[in-house]
């Protein structure tokens, strides 16, 4: 789990980043465990004002929430520009920080089983 990314001015983004399917189930259970709601905000990054709307949307009905940032490269065709996709991910967390988002899920390319992409 990543947490600390200096943003351009220098401000710290202290939210919990989990990479793997596995940590983020686990961080959710938890939360569930001690009796908490818990939402998911999946977006594919490069964040505006709409997703954190659906973040703060999110907040009024759960106690925790997780938004995902992961650029699905199965929702790009093979004439399209999966590579130059727009990416911002440190200033994604920090918007998702201050939104009130209690985690980040970014995953590190395992979510889908060996053979779906190839």
């Known amino acids: 789990m990543a947490s600390i990314s200096p943003t351009a001015d220098g401000a710290e983004v202290t939210i919990p980043v989990f990479t793997t399917k596995a940590d983020v189930r686990a961080f959710s259970r938890k939360q569930k465990m001690a009796g908490k709601t818990v939402a998911f905000v ?11 709307s659906l ?5 009024q009905h759960a106690d925790v929430v997780i938004a995902s940032i992961y650029v699905n490269p199965t929702q790009f065709s093979a004439n399209e520009d999966f590579d130059v ?6 200033n994604d967390r920090r918007q998702l ?4 988002c209690s985690a980040v899920f970014e995953p590190d390319g395992s979510l889908y089983h060996q053979g779906v992409l190839d």
């Open 42 to 52: 999946p977006t594919m990054g490069y964040l505006h004002r709409g997703h954190i």
């Open 55 to 59: 973040v703060e949307a999110a907040r």
């Open 85 to 90: 996709y727009p990416r911002d991910p440190v």
């Open 97 to 100: 920080q201050e939104a009130g």
